[in-house]
């Protein structure tokens, strides 16, 4: 089983709909999530962390199921800049580093 | 904002030289890393560095890998023979604590082995 899982999508959708993604993870030591937003042959640029109360950034919400490892991210009003690969990120307790899903590719069209 | 800064962006050389891949971390951040990322792959890490000395690496980060913090600014990534698969772009991060805390990554160096 792959330590991060998301669906490679893409998802295209239009201007102002709300999308979902989903990400599970296999260790069940894993302690701090991240979405990590990447554009085309650019670097990994930070989200929002994900908490276990879940969390909203604006049009960004998070949620996290301890219970079966699960991490998903939502986004309501879909723009047009919105259109990137989502990366899922995980980091072990006892460890530094970050162990990446392979991504979520949304294309927002107008 | 602060930024982490890395040069080249974009490097190409031949099988079996050696390369050096420059970083500069977020300047009061105390964890610093190597990640890479092979075309149309995920972001795989490398190494991890704190306090001057490597912390964790992974399996990739063989023989071949160095890293070192030749003084208080520059972190730099060392290939020392480089192969057609070393081919990828390579991020430098940084993170204030450590710890699970967030990682800001660079711009990433395009490295292309011919």
């Known amino acids: 089983r792959k330590e991060v899982e998301q669906d490679p999508g893409p998802f295209n959708v239009p201007e102002g709909a709300t999308v979902a993604f989903n990400c599970t993870y296999s260790n069940s030591a894993s302690q701090s999530f991240f979405w990590y937003r990447q554009d085309c042959r650019k670097e990994p640029k930070l989200l929002m962390s994900?908490?276990?109360s879940g969390n909203e950034d604006g049009r960004f919400t998070a949620q996290l199921n301890r219970a079966s490892q699960y991490i998903s991210l939502l986004i309501r009003d879909s723009k047009l800049s919105d259109s990137a690969t989502y990366l899922c990120v995980v980091n072990i307790g006892n460890t530094d580093k970050l162990i990446f899903g392979t991504g979520t590719r949304l294309q927002v069209f107008p | 904002e602060p930024e982490v800064t890395q040069t080249p962006s974009h490097q190409v050389t031949q099988m079996g030289q050696e390369v050096i891949l420059r970083c500069v971390p977020i300047s009061n951040h105390l964890y610093f890393y190597w990640y890479r990322q092979i075309l149309g792959q995920k972001v795989e890490f490398l190494v991890s560095?704190?306090?001057?000395?490597?912390?964790?690496k992974s399996e990739i980060f063989d023989d071949q890998f160095s890293v070192e913090r030749p003084d208080g600014s520059n972190f730099t990534l060392k290939i020392r023979s480089t192969k057609l698969e070393d081919s990828a772009m390579y991020f430098c991060a940084s993170s204030p604590t450590g710890q699970g805390d967030t990682q800001y990554f660079g711009p990433g160096t395009r490295l292309t082995v011919l």
């Open positions: 560095f704190y306090n001057n000395e490597i912390s964790e």
């Open positions: 994900v908490y276990s």
